[in-house]
């Protein structure tokens, strides 16, 4: 059994999943150790061996030397890990449960057993996302006897796919309770030289976290209203966020559209404080329409490929490229691809799919009919069309040029406008985006040249 460090330093998070795994490799980057509590056994096991049960950028290395170095123990016995350490973060799942509401079951049995085996001075730091007075409702609970424990609100901004650089050049860090001794030890944790810390109430830092993250998806919903129409006036998207975004009161970033936004935290999170705020009679109306929004993109989407194909996606043969939510992980919870799919096979189309990392775990929730394969130009021969889900640059690299001859036709819908309209329509595709005028090849019979849509042409400056 891995012995626990004898550190003042250590501290304990609960919870290896992504925010977990991610925030242990950030503090034993700024050299504290971590006990990690995990209560799935495989997951530990794999863990305490180094092993990654997720993907996600430079977390793997950084956790697997700190096992070798016993900077990182893994186990199950929460009581273990309170022995030695005096700051517990709960980093467990608040998964949707019914009517979209998060379920909370695994926070509050992490509170009840810290109840039972925390020490005096014990602080814990609620990281997973909860609805606003969560954080109060525990502190209650963990107020009384034998001796009162402090509970801090501390919630997470990392985005799956970039979380250890998130967390290095973190835009603020949020810091809620009623106790300023307990959150300026958390601050001390958990702080990065130049990043401001916010200091509040529990609940301003609980809805700091689902306005940031409901906000993001309104920005997203927005961006896909502005392309649908832009696609109806013959716009480009791209130009128009880009020229939108020098304002610095909206700004570009987070205004990317294409096929919306998925995931585990901002359907999540949105339906949560839609939830939250019915509870209060007082609807949310633009993050319904947001969500609706959401739900159309996914469907508009699948509508284009069709039409690219003539109006017929039966016996077409689809090549899906990109199953993960998003480039970077290889999570594919609420992620497009697993609508996109579902659409596609239900008109009749057949489908084969790549992902470069996320084939393993999207294999069990698609269906068998759909063949996966690890080799993308293996997924697009024979295609009648390929439909990019996931901006992964592997696409943006891939030799086009190599792949368009082994398709039955030259079909390409960007779901996530992430290649340039030009250079494939001049490779020979006839290539189709969101928000962005289509582009034919000039070899094509009976098409047009395409028009200049974003980027510069030969001989431009
Ligand atoms: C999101 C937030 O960005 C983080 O700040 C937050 O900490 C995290 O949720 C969380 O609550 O844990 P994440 O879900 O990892 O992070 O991913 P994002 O990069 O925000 O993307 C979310 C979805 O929106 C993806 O499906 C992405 O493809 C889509 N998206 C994002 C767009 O369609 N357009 C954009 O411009 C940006």
């Not at 695994?106 to 602080?123: E, N």
């Not at 896909?224 to 006036?233: G, R, S, T």
């Not at 640059?393 to 086009?400: I, K, M, Q, S």
């Amino acid at each position: 059994m891995q012995q626990i460090p004898e550190q003042d330093g250590c501290v304990t998070i609960v919870g290896g999943g992504y925010v977990g795994l991610a925030l242990a490799a950030y503090l034993i980057i700024n050299g504290r150790s971590v006990v990690l509590v995990e209560a799935d056994p495989e997951r530990r096991h794999a863990l305490a061996q180094g092993e990654m049960p997720i993907y996600e950028a430079g977390v793997g290395p950084v956790l697997a030397q700190a096992v070798e170095e016993s900077a990182l123990v893994v186990t199950g016995d929460l009581g273990r890990a309170l022995d030695a350490t005096r700051m517990a973060f709960i980093a467990v799942g608040t998964p949707s449960g019914a009517g979209g509401d998060p379920d909370l079951t695994a926070v509050a049995s992490v509170v009840s057993d810290l109840r039972v085996h925390a020490k005096p001075g014990t602080v814990v730091v609620l990281k997973s996302t909860v609805p606003p007075g969560t954080t109060r409702r525990f502190a209650g609970q963990l107020r009384g006897e034998p001796f009162p424990l402090s509970v801090v609100s501390c919630p997470e901004f990392l985005r799956e796919g970039t979380a250890l650089q998130d967390m290095h050049s973190a835009a603020r860090h949020v810091i809620g309770g009623d106790d300023d001794e307990a959150m300026a030890r958390v601050a001390e944790v958990i702080g990065s030289p130049g990043t401001p810390v916010i200091m509040t109430d529990s609940t301003s830092a609980e809805l700091i976290k689902y306005g940031s993250n409901s906000f993001l998806a309104l920005k997203i919903s927005f961006a896909n209203e502005l392309a649908n129409f832009a696609d109806q006036v013959g716009a480009d998207i791209v130009q128009v966020v880009e020229g939108m975004g020098l304002d610095p009161r909206i700004g570009a970033e987070g205004m990317h559209a294409g096929l919306g936004f998925g995931g585990c935290c901002l359907p999540k999170d949105v339906r949560a404080l839609m939830g939250a705020a019915r509870q209060h009679a007082t609807p949310f109306r633009s993050l319904e329409v947001a969500m609706q929004v959401n739900a159309g993109q996914r469907m508009l989407f699948t509508e284009k490929i069709r039409q690219a194909l003539g109006g017929r996606l039966e016996g077409r043969r689809v090549a899906v490229l990109g199953l993960a939510f998003k480039a970077g992980t290889d999570d594919v919870r609420e992620a497009p691809s697993l609508d996109v799919i579902q659409y596609l096979l239900g008109h009749g189309a057949e489908l084969t799919a790549h992902d470069p990392c996320a084939i393993g775990k999207a294999a069990p929730v698609l269906p068998p009919h759909v063949r996966l394969t690890p080799d993308p130009y293996d997924c697009l021969s024979g295609a009648d069309a390929v439909a990019i889900v996931t901006e992964w640059p592997e696409y943006v690299r891939l030799d086009w040029d190599r792949a368009l001859p082994t398709m039955r036709q030259p079909v390409l819908v960007d779901g996530r406008n992430c290649l340039d309209p030009v250079a494939m329509a001049r490779l020979g595709f006839d290539y189709h985006a969101v928000g962005r005028p289509s582009a034919r090849s000039p070899r094509q019979p009976g098409t047009v040249t395409p028009t200049r849509v974003g980027q510069p042409r030969e001989g431009d400056q």
